[in-house]
């Protein structure tokens, strides 16, 4: 019976979330990366030797940020802080890591991509090359899952984030300027707290898996909803018309895991966050 759940990265947008949704249902350990040091490896020993761990939920990671450059060593310190839980951790404790859109490669059109499409092309950059390792790791082994996050939405969610962005621009009455479109798989975070519950409780036979809607939005269609909500029609200037690549990912598997799972409409998930940052 899983008891105590470790959750990595607990600062951070999705890291909160969860320990927000876990905390009345499990006993938590949720270590500040100043309070346990994920790239020491005799820290990470030390850590699981001195606490009784029956479920890790990764979600520490380096690298990825939208228009900043990958920290040196990000590719190779987001292999390392998974190998050091495996290493680390008993025999019987699962672990779920995050990956992302960026292990398929995102200089190039993802288009309802497969798990299987992994590999296919590696990708440039050293978070999608992390992304695209930790999901093969996955692959090899029977106690660890890997679920590729595209996009993700909700409370504790960065100011730039463009679903926020939209709706601060909009508390402002100011315009939502766009660089150029772009076709995107949003999950509600509250789905993803959910999915992840269902898997802490029946781990999944596939080891590396989509968690994205069934239905894809656009900026426009992100922006134009905001509007609708508030009642505000802010301006929705395009720098540069037509549209960019497609970050979408198929969800056949998880629908296959899942087969009764009901993702968050994506006009009741935004009324939520449109709630929430008019508190802020």
Do not use: W
């Amino acid at each position: 019976m899983i008891k105590n759940i470790l959750i990595t990265g607990s600062g951070g947008f999705v890291g909160k979330n969860l320990k927000e949704y876990f905390n009345s249902k499990y006993n938590l350990l949720c270590p500040r990366s100043f309070e346990l040091d994920l790239t020491d490896c005799e820290s990470v020993k030390n850590f699981f030797s001195n606490n009784s761990i029956d479920f890790v939920i990764h979600c520490a990671s380096t690298g990825g940020v939208r228009g900043c450059a990958d920290p040196e060593n990000c590719e190779q310190d987001n292999i390392k802080m998974v190998n050091n839980i495996l290493f680390a951790k008993p025999e019987t404790t699962k672990v779920i890591i995050f990956g992302s859109g960026a292990a398929y490669s995102k200089k190039r059109d993802l288009k309802k991509v497969k798990e299987t499409q992994i590999g296919e092309v590696v990708p440039e950059d050293q978070y999608g090359k992390s992304k695209m390792e930790l999901c093969k790791l996955a692959l090899s082994r029977r106690d660890m899952l890997c679920l590729n996050i595209f996009a993700c939405y909700g409370k504790y969610e960065k100011e730039s984030r463009f679903p926020s962005y939209a709706i601060i621009q909009n508390l402002k009455k100011e315009p939502v300027i766009i660089n150029k479109n772009v076709v995107f798989d949003y999950l509600y975070i509250d789905d993803l707290c959910r999915i992840v519950e269902k898997f802490i409780t029946s781990f999944p036979k596939s080891r590396v898996i989509n968690v994205t809607p069934t239905k894809s939005i656009s900026l426009l269609q992100i922006a134009q909803t905001v509007n609708q909500i508030s009642g505000f029609e802010s301006d929705i200037i395009f720098k540069e018309q037509g549209l960019n690549f497609e970050y979408t990912g198929d969800n056949s598997l998880l629908l296959k895991e899942l087969p009764d799972f009901e993702f968050t409409d994506f006009n009741t998930g935004v009324t939520k966050l449109f709630n929430f940052r008019k508190t802020l």
